[in-house]
């Protein structure tokens, strides 16, 4: 059983806002083979499974981690991916500003990714993965709760969201990604060279666009820390 399958077990009981109790009742367990399940000490049989998907009303591939889609309907393998770094400045309409900032995190997230690949820890990816996709998520939700659309096909309740659950989920995200990192180092696993002149050799053009993010982001907590020493 992959590792995906505990995490999404216990966010789907999570977001039904049930306790191990209940669920496990419901799904004909104890509440502590539930927690088993949930932490991934132990892996369930095929019977499990499929009780769970009918629980949770999702998918056996959802609940495997090979789909984002609840239904399975879309597995989506790397190489079918659609592209967007490599559009045509003239492919995505809108304002120059949109587009400058488009630029510079689709180069620093490639710069990211790709360092994380020579790393070559699938748990600090994951983690990573699950940081970035909860931030856009939360700032799409966002502007599209702004338009006044109807919300209706988030999951997520309007509630929960507001009351800041998906931040709670960027938080244990990025818990994940520094415990994945500290877990690497124990194990004397490698980390690629990432000084300054190692960077600007290895990523002659990418980098330039994460510097930009590391400048302007620094210059703006700092000068956030320093209103509040002013007062």
């Known amino acids: 059983m992959n590792a995906e399958f505990s995490r999404t077990l216990s966010l789907l009981r999570q977001e039904k806002g049930l306790s191990q109790r209940s669920a496990a009742q419901a799904l004909g367990i104890s509440q502590a ?6 932490k991934g000490i132990r892996e369930p049989g095929l019977a499990f499974v499929v009780r769970a998907c009918d629980y949770y009303n999702v998918s056996a ?3 495997l981690g090979r789909t984002l889609s609840r ?5 989506i393998e790397p190489d ?7 559009e045509r400045d003239t492919s995505m309409r809108g304002s120059v500003l949109a587009l400058l900032n488009k630029k510079l995190l ?3 997230i490639g710069l990211l990714f790709d360092l994380l690949g020579k790393v070559g820890d699938r748990r600090a990816i994951r983690s990573a993965c699950a940081y970035l996709s909860t931030a856009v998520y939360n700032l799409f939700r966002l502007l599209h709760r702004a338009s006044g659309t109807n919300p209706g ?3 997520v309740s309007s509630t ?3 009351a800041g659950l998906t931040d709670a989920d ?9 415990e994945a990192l500290s877990d690497h180092g124990a194990a004397k696993g490698e980390f690629p060279p990432m000084s300054n002149d190692d960077l600007a050799r290895d990523y002659p053009v990418l980098y330039q666009s994460l510097l930009q993010i590391i400048h302007h982001t620094g210059a703006r907590v700092n000068q956030l820390s320093d209103g509040r020493n002013d007062k």
């Open 33 to 38: 083979l539930l927690s088993h399940y949930e």
């Open 61 to 63: 591939d959802f609940l």
């Open 71 to 75: 239904d399975g309907t879309t597995i």
């Open 80 to 86: 079918e991916l659609y592209d967007a770094s490599s």
């Open 106 to 108: 689709v180069n620093s």
């Open 153 to 155: 096909f988030f999951s």
């Open 160 to 162: 929960r969201f507001s």
């Open 170 to 178: 960027m938080s244990c995200s990025r818990v994940e990604f520094v």
